[in-house]
């Protein structure tokens, strides 16, 4: 069975402004606590300084949610999207209760409760909704909602938690074969039903997840001969097929070749020009290209009798873990790393090293700023970009700014490199005498929320680095004054704009910040 049929209610908690926030000499017994991750400490639900209160009827004014829907009742689970870990309500709190939208909130049926009290069933839930967050998922909650349950829970213990014993398992009855395939011949099983598309029958995925763009680039990608990565089928019943890896390209596949009364039209293509594909289905396309998409070799695993039960679980599950979209950051990587051992120093190898100093490390930490996606090393390039692209020359969009900076390491001198990661670990150590945990989070300013942001790393670390030794030495002794005054800048609206994400990442958003930043630190060391 799926989520959504042993669960109450599945949706996002919500977004509010600060603005809408009680001030502290305003919160009563009837104020309405909004619940962030910083309210919360060893699963419990605690009451701070920063913690936030609005009123009811600030709430029904301005947003269309239903309170009274969102509000935690005992037993809710919250699953922080933050941190990948489950909490249990058990409503300490006389008041109602709002969470934030870094929260999805369950309501789950007693079957639910009674897997979700099993350690390994909590972890199994934990591991799949944590993949669809990290995933390219567009709408989250949907693919959530289709994540599988047993029915029998014994199941997730033999499949996803019991270690076969090695004895039992012939290794020489592992069969998996590599072969080329042409898309013709997969088009055709999917055709006479020889190759399952419809995943959610055997496995906890389904098809078109895809947004238009992404299934026609894929379309593009076949049509002008790119690499495509390998697809993985369970090919144990060869009139049958199952798929391991590929459903949303096959799915693409079918929805342009197959379907006839509502065919995928070619959207957002990257090489292929508008006049001649936009808008095409596949019996519009120029013959030449409807061979190339029919004729592409496809890289096809097939796992075949008489594999082992066991294996083929291993093999469904570990395919389906590292199948995860690769972030900006790692194709980044990935595509700038040193090529053989005489070449100087890659981005990134250089990326890496600032991410190692323990000052950084420290605020990674402090921040609880996951470093699987190499989110760390991201938060590295916001720094060097600006470094060595002046912010005056910005242009949108973010992704591709630091797409740009990234490659253009390599052609910055090895004593600017050494320069620039010294003026790295000077900057974040000013900033750390100075704000504490404070640095990088809108409450630097006063302000309750308490989330690191990437935009105030950014203006912050650059006003840092660009001084002088002396200059970091007179901020700390009026590190003070200096906090205060820090508070000052939200009585600018347009600055306060700068920091949300609408207009963080606009030209205009991005030179008003740094001018801003850069001048209120220079004030300070006239």
């Known amino acids: 069975m799926y989520l959504n049929e042993v669960s109450e209610k599945i949706e996002d908690g919500i977004k509010m402004i600060s603005e809408h926030f009680q001030r502290k000499n305003e919160i009563s017994e009837d104020s309405i606590l909004y619940l962030k991750n910083s309210d919360l400490?060893?699963?419990?639900?605690?009451?701070?300084?920063?913690?936030?209160?609005?009123?009811?009827?600030?709430?029904?004014?301005?947003?269309?949610?239903?309170?009274?829907?969102?509000?935690?009742?005992?037993?809710?689970?919250?699953?922080?999207?933050?941190?990948?870990?489950?909490?249990?309500?058990?409503?300490?709190?006389?008041?109602?209760?709002?969470?934030?939208?870094?929260?999805?909130?369950?309501?789950?049926?007693?079957?639910?409760?009674?897997?979700?009290?099993?350690?390994?069933?909590?972890?199994?839930?934990?591991?799949?909704?944590s993949k669809v967050y990290k995933s390219d998922y567009p709408d989250k909650v949907e693919a959530i909602k289709k994540i599988y349950i047993p029915n029998d829970f014994s199941e997730l213990i033999d499949i996803f938690y019991a270690r076969p014993d090695k004895k039992m398992v012939d290794i020489s009855q592992i069969n998996i074969k590599q072969?080329?395939?042409?898309?013709?011949?997969?088009?055709?099983?999917?055709?006479?039903?020889?190759?399952?598309?419809?995943?959610?029958?055997?496995?906890?995925?389904?098809?078109?997840?895809?947004?238009?763009?992404?299934?026609?680039?894929?379309?593009?990608?076949?049509?002008?001969?790119?690499?495509?990565?390998?697809?993985?089928?369970?090919?144990?019943?060869?009139?049958?097929?199952?798929?391991?890896?590929?459903?949303?390209?096959?799915?693409?596949?079918?929805?342009?070749?197959?379907?006839?009364?509502?065919?995928?039209?070619?959207?957002?293509?990257?090489?292929?020009?508008?006049?001649?594909?936009?808008?095409?289905?596949?019996?519009?396309?120029?013959?030449?290209?409807?061979?190339?998409?029919?004729?592409?070799?496809?890289?096809?695993y097939?796992?075949?009798?008489?594999?082992?039960?066991?294996?083929?679980?291993?093999?469904?599950?570990?395919?389906?873990?590292?199948?995860?979209?690769?972030?900006?950051?790692?194709?980044?990587?990935?595509?700038n790393h040193k090529i053989n051992e005489i070449d100087p120093t890659s981005p990134a190898e250089y990326v890496k090293e600032l991410s190692e100093e323990s000052i950084f490390k420290k605020l990674i930490e402090t921040n609880n700023i996951s470093t699987d996606r190499m989110l760390d090393r991201e938060i590295v390039l916001r720094y060097i970009a600006f470094r060595i692209i002046p912010y005056e020359n910005y242009s949108p969009k973010s992704s591709e700014f630091l797409d740009n900076a990234m490659t253009g390491i390599y052609r910055i001198s090895e004593d600017d490199l050494k320069k620039y990661k010294l003026e790295f670990g000077e900057a974040l150590f000013c900033i750390d005498k100075i704000y504490g945990e404070t640095a990088f989070r809108k409450s630097m300013f006063g302000l309750p929320e308490d989330k690191f942001i990437n935009n105030l790393f950014e203006a912050w670390m650059y006003a840092f680095s660009i001084i002088t030794d002396r200059h970091r030495e007179i901020l700390i002794e009026k590190k003070i004054l200096v906090k205060a005054q820090t508070k000052e800048l939200i009585k600018d609206k347009k600055f306060l704009q700068t920091i949300d994400v609408e207009k963080a990442y606009t030209i205009e958003g991005v030179r008003y910040r740094f001018i801003t930043v850069k001048n209120f630190i220079l004030n300070f060391v006239k």
């Open 41 to 129: 400490s060893e699963k419990k639900i605690i009451i701070n300084e920063e913690t936030s209160f609005f009123k009811e009827t600030i709430f029904k004014k301005f947003y269309k949610y239903n309170l009274k829907e969102l509000e935690l009742h005992y037993g809710d689970v919250l699953y922080d999207k933050l941190n990948f870990q489950l909490f249990f309500v058990d409503y300490q709190e006389k008041r109602k209760i709002i969470p934030c939208n870094d929260f999805l909130i369950l309501r789950p049926s007693g079957f639910l409760k009674s897997i979700l009290n099993d350690s390994n069933g909590k972890k199994y839930l934990v591991q799949e909704i």
């Open 179 to 300: 072969g080329l395939m042409t898309l013709d011949k997969i088009v055709k099983r999917i055709r006479h039903g020889e190759i399952n598309v419809n995943t959610s029958n055997y496995f906890q995925r389904r098809g078109n997840l895809w947004t238009n763009d992404v299934k026609s680039r894929f379309i593009e990608a076949l049509i002008v001969r790119q690499p495509v990565p390998a697809f993985y089928f369970d090919a144990t019943n060869n009139d049958k097929w199952l798929i391991v890896d590929g459903l949303q390209r096959l799915s693409a596949v079918k929805e342009f070749v197959l379907e006839k009364e509502n065919p995928l039209r070619l959207s957002g293509l990257y090489y292929l020009p508008d006049n001649d594909y936009n808008n095409k289905t596949f019996d519009e396309l120029p013959r030449a290209a409807q061979r190339n998409i029919e004729e592409y070799e496809i890289i096809a």
């Open 302 to 335: 097939r796992i075949e009798p008489p594999t082992p039960k066991e294996v083929k679980y291993k093999i469904f599950k570990s395919i389906n873990e590292s199948a995860l979209t690769l972030s900006n950051q790692e194709i980044r990587h990935a595509l």
